[in-house]
Nanobody, 125 residues
Framework: QVQLVESGGGLVQAGGSLRLSCAAS????????MGWFRQAPGKEREFVAA???????YYADSVKGRVTISRDNAENTATLKMNSLKPEDTAVYYC???????????????????WGQGTQVTVSS
Protein backbone atom coordinates (compact mmCIF):
# COMPACT_ATOMS: atom_id res chain seq x y z
CA GLN A 1 0.00 0.00 0.00
CA VAL A 2 1.02 3.57 -0.65
CA GLN A 3 0.16 6.36 1.73
CA LEU A 4 -0.78 9.61 0.01
CA VAL A 5 -1.29 13.08 1.45
CA GLU A 6 -2.53 15.97 -0.68
CA SER A 7 -1.96 19.65 -0.01
CA GLY A 8 -2.33 22.95 -1.79
CA GLY A 9 -6.07 23.32 -2.22
CA GLY A 10 -7.88 26.52 -1.45
CA LEU A 11 -10.09 29.32 -2.71
CA VAL A 12 -9.11 31.10 -5.90
CA GLN A 13 -10.83 33.46 -8.31
CA ALA A 14 -11.71 32.37 -11.81
CA GLY A 15 -8.69 32.69 -14.06
CA GLY A 16 -6.30 32.06 -11.19
CA SER A 17 -3.87 29.23 -10.55
CA LEU A 18 -3.26 26.60 -7.91
CA ARG A 19 -0.62 23.96 -7.35
CA LEU A 20 -1.62 20.73 -5.66
CA SER A 21 0.96 18.41 -4.19
CA CYS A 22 0.76 14.77 -3.23
CA ALA A 23 3.34 13.28 -0.91
CA ALA A 24 3.75 9.51 -1.19
CA SER A 25 5.29 6.98 1.14
CA UNK A 26 5.42 3.24 1.55
CA UNK A 27 6.66 2.08 -1.84
CA UNK A 28 9.38 2.91 -4.35
CA UNK A 29 7.89 6.08 -5.78
CA UNK A 30 9.72 5.90 -9.10
CA UNK A 31 7.80 2.71 -9.93
CA UNK A 32 4.37 4.19 -9.14
CA UNK A 33 1.98 5.70 -11.65
CA MET A 34 0.22 8.71 -10.16
CA GLY A 35 -3.19 10.10 -10.95
CA TRP A 36 -5.36 13.03 -9.96
CA PHE A 37 -9.13 12.82 -9.77
CA ARG A 38 -11.80 15.21 -8.59
CA GLN A 39 -15.29 14.94 -7.22
CA ALA A 40 -17.82 17.73 -7.10
CA PRO A 41 -20.90 17.54 -4.85
CA GLY A 42 -23.49 15.20 -6.29
CA LYS A 43 -21.19 14.00 -9.06
CA GLU A 44 -19.06 10.95 -9.65
CA ARG A 45 -15.32 11.01 -9.18
CA GLU A 46 -13.72 11.95 -12.47
CA PHE A 47 -10.28 11.62 -13.94
CA VAL A 48 -8.17 14.78 -14.24
CA ALA A 49 -4.64 13.71 -15.12
CA ALA A 50 -2.13 10.90 -14.71
CA UNK A 51 1.59 10.38 -15.06
CA UNK A 52 2.80 6.83 -15.51
CA UNK A 53 5.96 5.61 -13.85
CA UNK A 54 7.51 5.52 -17.34
CA UNK A 55 6.78 9.22 -17.79
CA UNK A 56 3.72 9.22 -20.03
CA UNK A 57 1.11 11.88 -19.27
CA TYR A 58 -2.64 11.72 -19.71
CA TYR A 59 -5.18 14.52 -19.36
CA ALA A 60 -8.95 14.78 -19.36
CA ASP A 61 -10.26 16.85 -22.25
CA SER A 62 -11.88 19.25 -19.77
CA VAL A 63 -8.50 20.32 -18.38
CA LYS A 64 -6.14 19.77 -21.29
CA GLY A 65 -4.01 22.84 -21.87
CA ARG A 66 -4.74 24.24 -18.41
CA VAL A 67 -3.28 21.54 -16.20
CA THR A 68 0.18 20.01 -15.91
CA ILE A 69 1.02 16.91 -13.92
CA SER A 70 4.58 16.31 -12.84
CA ARG A 71 6.57 14.27 -10.35
CA ASP A 72 9.74 14.52 -8.34
CA ASN A 73 11.01 11.03 -7.66
CA ALA A 74 13.69 12.32 -5.31
CA GLU A 75 11.06 14.01 -3.14
CA ASN A 76 8.37 11.32 -3.57
CA THR A 77 5.86 13.92 -4.67
CA ALA A 78 3.43 14.40 -7.52
CA THR A 79 2.21 17.86 -8.45
CA LEU A 80 -0.82 19.13 -10.32
CA LYS A 81 -0.41 22.68 -11.60
CA MET A 82 -3.72 24.23 -12.61
CA ASN A 83 -4.04 27.47 -14.55
CA SER A 84 -6.98 29.45 -15.92
CA LEU A 85 -9.23 27.93 -13.31
CA LYS A 86 -12.98 27.97 -13.86
CA PRO A 87 -15.86 27.71 -11.39
CA GLU A 88 -16.61 24.26 -12.81
CA ASP A 89 -13.20 23.11 -11.58
CA THR A 90 -14.53 23.37 -8.02
CA ALA A 91 -14.27 19.95 -6.40
CA VAL A 92 -12.38 17.85 -3.90
CA TYR A 93 -9.19 16.75 -5.61
CA TYR A 94 -7.67 13.36 -4.85
CA CYS A 95 -4.33 11.92 -5.77
CA UNK A 96 -4.11 8.20 -6.42
CA UNK A 97 -1.44 5.59 -6.98
CA UNK A 98 -1.17 2.57 -9.24
CA UNK A 99 1.70 0.27 -8.29
CA UNK A 100 0.97 -2.42 -10.86
CA UNK A 101 3.57 -1.26 -13.44
CA UNK A 102 0.87 -1.90 -16.06
CA UNK A 103 -0.82 1.50 -16.07
CA UNK A 104 -1.62 2.50 -19.64
CA UNK A 105 -3.68 5.63 -19.22
CA UNK A 106 -6.94 4.32 -17.83
CA UNK A 107 -9.35 7.03 -16.65
CA UNK A 108 -11.08 4.65 -14.28
CA UNK A 109 -10.71 5.21 -10.53
CA UNK A 110 -10.61 1.42 -10.22
CA UNK A 111 -7.18 1.39 -11.84
CA UNK A 112 -5.70 3.03 -8.77
CA UNK A 113 -5.48 1.17 -5.49
CA UNK A 114 -4.32 3.87 -3.09
CA TRP A 115 -5.94 7.23 -2.46
CA GLY A 116 -5.28 10.36 -0.49
CA GLN A 117 -7.83 12.07 1.72
CA GLY A 118 -8.53 14.84 -0.78
CA THR A 119 -8.06 18.59 -0.83
CA GLN A 120 -10.78 21.13 -1.56
CA VAL A 121 -10.44 23.46 -4.54
CA THR A 122 -12.99 26.23 -4.82
CA VAL A 123 -13.03 28.60 -7.77
CA SER A 124 -15.17 31.69 -7.38
CA SER A 125 -16.69 33.51 -10.33
Amino acid sequence: QVQLVESGGGLVQAGGSLRLSCAASGRAFSRISMGWFRQAPGKEREFVAALSWRGFTYYADSVKGRVTISRDNAENTATLKMNSLKPEDTAVYYCAADTSLYYRGSYSPGSFESWGQGTQVTVSS
